[in-house]
């Protein structure tokens, strides 16, 4: 059945990425679909759950499928979904990512940023002081601090992709935690991050935050290593 619902998944695709199918027009029933495709409801609607996995359709209760419009939302919801099922194997690619990102997020804040913006950062990194020790607060507001830079960074579409990741990162956070030395460096870190932006050095905080992100990359690696 996977093999069966893989083939739809891909035409189905296909058609909404060339336009054939355009946004906001209803996918054909699922009967139409069954027929087309001569394969069981039960293919059909899990096709269907891949493409709402995906962002391109969003489902309507009582009317149907419909070719989703693009947007922010549906670009986070995509990525969201993603994330959560990347096995851990790839996941190191997720954090290259993140790296790429949010360097230039941070760059972008110091310049970007406003006051409003900035005093949420320094609560968040007031919240890390005092989480210190709490493994799941600790790391829920290290991820609430990297989500305030990058709203910090007016970019959009940079905001929507760290917000679909959140929940992994979280994970990852989490996973990633080590002795009383390593809160204090993770602190250290983000107070330079921070500092950086204050001061509207743009290629301070950029480096900042590189340097946070694979001094913690290079963390993860050994606690892999030696688990």
Request: with cysteine; aromatic share 4%; proline share 2%.
């Amino acid at each position: 059945m996977a093999h069966r619902s893989s083939e739809v998944v891909t035409e189905l695709e296909q058609e909404i990425l060339a336009g054939t199918l355009s946004p906001g027009e209803r996918l054909p029933s699922e009967e139409k679909l069954c027929e087309r495709f001569n394969v069981s409801r039960t293919v059909i609607r899990e096709a269907i759950q891949q493409l709402r996995g995906r962002g391109l359709l969003r489902t309507l209760k009582g009317s149907g499928s419909y070719i989703a419009d693009p947007s922010l939302e549906t670009l986070g919801s995509a990525l969201e979904t993603y994330s959560v099922l990347t096995p851990d194997t790839s996941f190191l690619d997720l954090i290259d990512l993140r790296i790429l990102i949010e360097s230039e997020c941070a760059k972008l804040a110091a310049t970007h940023a406003g006051e409003k913006v900035i005093n949420e950062m320094k609560a968040t990194l007031d919240e890390m002081e005092n989480a210190r020790g709490d493994r799941e607060t600790f790391s829920r507001t290290d991820i609430a601090f990297h989500l305030a830079v990058a709203k910090g960074s007016k970019n959009s579409l940079y905001a929507t992709i760290l917000a679909g990741l959140e929940r992994r990162c979280i994970d990852y956070a989490n996973v990633n935690r080590g002795s009383e030395d390593w809160y204090s460096g993770v602190i250290d870190r983000h107070r330079a991050i921070l500092s950086a932006i204050v001061d509207g050095d743009p290629e301070a905080a950029s480096d900042a935050m590189h340097r946070h992100l694979v001094l913690s990359r290079r963390h993860y690696v050994d606690k892999q290593d030696g688990a």
